[in-house]
């Protein structure tokens, strides 16, 4: 991997301790597809800063817990230094997401609307907070009188954003929302 870098990679899980006497490793899915692990080949094991490229060659589960055995290890001492890591494969793997969800990285770039059918900005990054996602929206050069030259962070709660059109890649949210969420101007 260049850099040890999981920017083209999907976080689907958080290894755990090791399982029976063949270098079997116990999995925390984190991902919407509990049987996904049937489907998995090449994955990549990150532990702290080091990214580790790994092939799967076996996989079971039970009780919500995927064991993964890698052609690379072959006893419980040998996968025990992947204790806490975390699992993930590449982008191009990525499964779609069931009807009506959406992957929080996927509004990168997405353009931001009013209601009235003004494009006024868009999307940096959706995050994933402790009390409700937000979208990080930037404003166009030409909307910053009107909103902010700062970019802001707005809740995705339906008061706010009024629909999402995925196949337009466009956010419609309420005006008089977006203007109550920006900083007060500078005197």
Request: hydrophobic content about 35%; aromatic content about 10%; charged content about 25%.
């Amino acid at each position: 991997m260049k850099n040890n870098s999981t920017e083209d990679l999907v976080f689907i899980g958080i290894l755990g301790r090791p399982h029976g006497v063949r270098g079997q490793i116990r999995c925390r899915p984190q991902t919407h597809d509990l049987d996904r692990h049937e489907l998995l080949q090449e994955v990549f094991i990150q532990k702290g800063v080091s990214l580790q490229k790994l092939h799967v060659e076996s996989s079971s589960s039970g009780n919500g817990v995927w064991f993964l055995k890698f052609k690379e290890f072959d006893s419980p001492e040998s996968v025990a230094s992947l204790v806490n890591g975390e699992l993930f494969i590449s982008s191009e793997e990525r499964l779609p997401p069931p009807e009506g969800l959406y992957y929080l990285s996927d509004f990168s770039g997405f353009s931001v609307f009013t209601e009235k059918g003004e494009q006024v900005g868009c999307v940096k990054e959706c995050l994933e907070l402790p009390s409700v996602n937000a979208f990080q929206i930037r404003f166009s050069k030409e909307k910053e009188s009107l909103f902010s030259s700062k970019e802001i962070l707005v809740p995705w709660i339906d008061d706010c954003i009024l629909s999402i059109e995925e196949s337009e890649k466009k956010i419609v949210c309420s005006e008089s929302f977006l203007i109550s969420l920006c900083p007060e101007k500078e005197d």
